[in-house]
């Protein structure tokens, strides 16, 4: 079993930054792919960024490509994200998530959530 918190989320400006933290219990964390999802209001939960168990190899949606960066420390058992150049369209309910799978939208533990809400 792995329990999952999230923080960081909160209410920025457009293009501001917010870094995201997701803190694991037990000490297998570094044995899973780790994942950040979000749920805007009436969406569907979307795949965010990823990041392998290793940290070697990290995956992101395009839509924020180049903006945003995933990042573990198996120290810690915990993983950021990084959000940069944030939009309005960034706003939405932010998961964080673990799983074994090679795919990685396919999660067996969840966060949570923080909100993270970007004004224009």
């Known amino acids: 079993q792995v329990q999952l918190i999230e923080s960081g989320g909160g209410l920025v400006q457009a293009g501001g930054s917010l870094r995201l933290s997701c803190v694991a219990s037990?000490?297998?964390?570094?044995?899973?792919?780790m994942g950040w999802f979000r749920q805007a209001p009436g969406k569907e939960r979307e795949f965010v960024a990823g990041?392998?168990?290793?940290?070697?190899?990290?995956y992101y949606a395009d839509s924020v490509k180049g903006r945003f960066t995933i990042s573990r420390d198996n120290a810690k058992n915990t993983v950021y994200l990084q959000m940069n150049s944030l939009k309005a369209e960034d706003t939405a309910v932010y998961y964080c998530?673990?799983?074994?799978?090679?795919?990685?939208?396919?999660?067996?533990?969840w966060g949570k959530g923080t909100l993270v809400t970007v004004s224009s």
């Open positions: 990041i392998r168990w290793s940290g070697g190899s990290t």
């Open positions: 037990g000490r297998t964390f570094s044995s899973y792919n």
């Open positions: 998530a673990a799983g074994r799978s090679t795919n990685l939208y396919t999660m067996d533990y």
